[in-house]
C-alpha cells in the first residue's frame, strides 16, 4: 500500500502515489516524466484525475468523505469507492466491452485506477444536449443491462450466492440513503435541498407535494427500492454515468451499487432518455429544430427496451437449465411454462421500469440535482416549459404505469404531452 | 464455554454441562442433586432437553449439523441455532409475553438454554387435533405477528439498522433453502422426498405438477420469499411451533428466521389453522362431530387476521412520527393518506398472507413434511378425502389470491369446498 492512511491526493502526491505503486507505474511505462495531470471530476462526490504519460495511461478515482458539491456540511462515507470498485469488477465480469477496466484498488485510500476513456468519449447526457446520434447506443446499454442484471440475480446464480453478496453489499447503505432521500423523499416534501425553475414551476413542484395518489406510489417503489434484493444493481444509471463515441459506449461511476430492483437501473436509463427528449425543444434555434432528433431519441428509448428484452430473455432461455435457482428446470420444463414466467416476469419489470424512470425524472425537475439537459436552457421562462411537460409525463407514468402494455405505449404518451 | 468444541449432548454429558456453566447450574438453585432430564425433541433438526430441578427448570435445544428425521444424509449447518437464538431475543424484545426468555446461548455447542413451557402448555396442533378451543389464541398470535413484524420492518426502523440487520440474516441461508426446496420446489416436480395417501391422491398430486397456473403463481412467492427483506419474520409459523394452554400462548423454534415478507409468517399461521379445520371430518365421531369446533376454527381465522391487522395498524399510527424510514411523517402527514397508504399496504399483505399460507398448505399434502392433523387419521380413504379438500382450497387461494377482498371471503370459500 502506498500511503498508510487516507488522505485526499492533489496533483502532487497522486505522483508520489503512482511512484510508490509498482503496478501504476509500470502502466506508464515506469516512466514519469512529462506527466500530463488533469483533474476533470465533475460529479458531486470525487476527485477523477486522468493521467497521461508517454507510453500508457488510466484514471485514478478517489471518494472523498463528503459530497463535494455541497462541501463537508454533507459527509457522506468513502467506503463507497470499495463498492464501486467490487462492482465495476462484477458488472466488468459480466460486459467487459461496455465497462472500464479496474487497474488496481486502494481501500484505505479509496482509490480506484481504471481504464482511461480516451477522446472522443465523451458524457452521453453532454452529446444528447449537443444532439449526437449514437446509433449503437440502444444496441450497448442494452446489453450491458441484460447481461449484469440477469447474471447477478436468482435467475443465473443459487440462493447462497446471492445472499452472500447481497450482505455485502448491504454495507453500501449511505449510498443507498442517499438515493432514498434524493428520489424517494424530498420531491414530496419541503426541503432545503429541492430547488426548481421559479416562480414558474412554484405551483407544479407545490402539487406534486400535494398529490396523494403520487405519494402512494412513490411510498411503494421506495419500499421496493430498499427491500428488494433482485440483482447488482447500478444505482445511478443516468445519461451521465455513460461514456460515448459512435462506436462505444461505457458505463461508469456505480457507486450506489447494490442489490436492488432492475427496473430502477433501466428505469434510470429510459427516464434520462425522457428528460433529454423534452430538453431539445429548449435547445432547438434557426438552424436545427431537433425535430428530427428527437424521433431518434424515441427510437432509442423504444429500441433499448425491446433490445434489453430481447436479450435478457435469450440469456433466460440460454441458461434455463442452469444454476439458476429461481425457476428450477425440473418444474418450468415446457416451453409454453417458460413463455408464462418470462411475461410476467417482464411486465412486472415494465411496470418497475416505469415507476423508477418517472421517479428519476421528477426529482431532476423539483430536488435537489438537475440535470444539464435543462440547466443549459438559458431562457428560464423555456426552460420551465420544458420541465413541465417532462413532469407531467413522469407524474402520468407513475400513477398509471400498470396500465401500459409496452414501450411504445410509452412513446405515445410522450408524443402526447407535446 | 463448558466445553471447547462441538459435541452433542447426552442426558451424561449435558449434567457435565450445566455443571460447567454457572448462569445454567444457578438457575437450578446450584443443586443437581435429583435432575429430572427429559428429551422431548419431536422435530426434525435438534434434541430438545427438559431439565427440572428441585429449586428451578428450563429447556436446552441442541442443533444438530444434519435433519434429524431423515438422518446424516441431509447436512444442516448446526449455525441456525444461533439465527434462532438472534431471533427468540429479537422477537421477544417486542413481545416478551409470547416468546420464551432465553437465558443462555453457546455458539460452540450450537445450544439455547430457555424458559421451560409447563404443563400444561401443549403444542398448538396437538390441541387443535384434539378439538381444544383456546379462547385468546387469536388475541395472542395476531399480538405476536404485529409486534414482531412491525418493530423488525422500515416501518419502525431506519434503512442503517434494517440492512445491518438484513446482512446478519443472510447468513441464515441455508435454512432458507430448505424452505425454498420443500415448500417452493419440491411439491410442483417429480421428487424422492415428496409423498401423499397414496393411491387416492395420486391424481391430485400430478395435477399440482401439471398445473401451469399454479407453478407462474409459486414461481412470483418464491422470488417474494428470497428477495424480499420485508421484516424479520420466524420463518415457520405453523401450529408446531406454538405452545399453548387457556392463558398462554408461546412461540417456539424460529430457527428459520430471517428477513422475508411478512405475509409468510402470517399466511403459514392461518393455512395451518385451515389445515386444522378440513382435518376435523377426520376425527369427528359418534360423540363429537366437530361442528362447533370447526366453527371456532375459522372464527379464530377470522379474528386473527383482523385483530392482526387492528394491532399492526395502531402500532403504525402510534409510531408514524418516530424513526422508521418507510413513511416519512413530512410526506404522510394527512390522516386521508396515512389511510390510503395503510389500505393499499395491507392489501399487498393479504394477498402475499393468501398466497404463502396455500403454498404452506399444498406442501404438507404432497411435498416431505406431512402434518399430524392429517397423519392422526387412520383411515387413509377418510384422510385422502379431508386432504383433497384443503388441497383445493389452497389451490384456489394461490391462484385467485387477488381477488380476495377479506378474511371473510376467504372463510366463505373454505366453507365452499365442504
Avoid at 512529462?34 to 476533470?40: A, D, S
Avoid at 447477478?152 to 452472500?164: A, F, G, I, Q
Wanted: aromatic share 12%.
Amino acid at each position: 500500500m502506498a500511503f498508510a492512511e487516507f488522505r485526499p491526493l492533489d496533483e502532487k502526491s497522486l505522483v508520489e502515489y503512482i511512484k510508490a505503486e509498482p503496478s501504476l507505474s509500470s502502466k506508464l511505462g515506469d516512466n514519469l516524466d512529462g506527466l500530463t495531470i488533469q483533474e476533470v471530476g465533475d460529479g458531486n462526490l470525487n476527485f477523477v484525475y486522468i493521467v497521461i504519460g508517454s507510453s500508457g495511461s488510466f484514471v485514478i478515482k478517489q471518494a472523498l468523505p463528503y459530497i463535494r458539491c455541497i462541501g463537508e456540511s454533507w459527509p457522506m462515507t468513502k467506503e463507497r469507492a470499495y463498492f464501486e470498485a467490487v462492482a465495476l469488477k462484477e458488472h466488468g465480469r459480466w460486459c467487459p466491452d461496455n465497462v472500464p477496466e479496474v487497474y488496481h484498488f486502494d481501500r484505505t485510500m479509496s482509490l480506484i485506477c481504471m481504464r482511461y476513456l480516451e477522446p472522443p468519449h465523451i458524457i452521453l447526457r453532454k452529446g444528447l444536449i449537443a444532439g449526437v446520434e449514437y446509433p449503437l447506443l440502444a444496441e450497448h446499454i442494452s446489453g450491458y443491462m441484460a447481461r449484469t442484471l440477469f447474471h447477478t440475480s436468482l435467475l443465473y446464480r443459487s440462493t447462497t450466492e446471492h445472499k452472500s453478496a447481497v450482505a455485502e453489499f448491504c454495507g453500501n447503505v449511505e449510498l443507498c440513503r442517499l438515493t432514498e432521500q434524493v428520489v424517494f423523499s424530498d420531491p414530496y416534501k419541503v426541503s432545503q435541498y429541492n430547488r426548481w425553475t421559479s416562480p414558474y414551476l412554484d405551483d407544479d413542484a407545490e402539487a406534486v407535494r400535494n398529490d396523494n395518489a403520487l405519494k402512494v406510489e412513490i411510498a411503494e417503489l421506495k419500499s421496493k427500492f430498499i427491500e428488494r434484493t433482485q440483482a447488482l444493481i447500478h444505482g445511478d444509471l443516468h445519461t451521465g454515468s455513460i461514456m460515448v463515441t459512435q462506436e462505444s459506449t461505457q458505463v461508469i461511476d456505480p457507486e450506489f451499487a447494490f442489490y436492488g430492483p432492475m427496473g430502477f437501473d433501466v428505469g434510470a436509463f429510459l427516464g434520462n432518455l425522457i428528460l433529454a427528449y423534452f430538453a431539445q425543444d429548449g435547445h432547438a434555434d434557426g438552424v436545427n429544430d431537433r425535430q428530427k432528433y428527437k424521433e431518434w431519441i424515441l427510437r432509442t428509448l423504444e429500441d433499448t427496451w425491446n433490445l434489453f428484452h430481447q436479450k435478457f430473455i435469450a440469456l433466460w432461455d440460454k441458461h434455463k437449465d442452469g444454476s439458476g435457482e429461481a425457476y428450477l428446470p425440473a418444474i418450468y420444463n415446457n416451453p409454453a411454462l417458460q413463455h408464462l414466467v418470462q411475461k410476467k416476469f417482464f411486465e412486472d419489470l415494465f411496470h418497475d421500469t416505469l415507476g423508477f424512470g418517472a421517479a428519476k425524472m421528477i426529482r431532476r425537475i423539483v430536488g435537489v440535482a438537475h440535470v444539464e439537459d435543462f440547466e443549459s436552457i438559458t431562457d428560464a421562462a423555456k426552460r420551465a416549459s420544458c420541465e413541465r411537460r417532462a413532469l407531467e409525463l413522469a407524474k402520468l407514468l407513475l400513477k398509471e404505469r400498470r396500465k401500459f402494455q409496452d414501450i411504445s405505449g410509452v412513446v405515445s404518451a410522450v408524443r402526447q404531452i407535446q
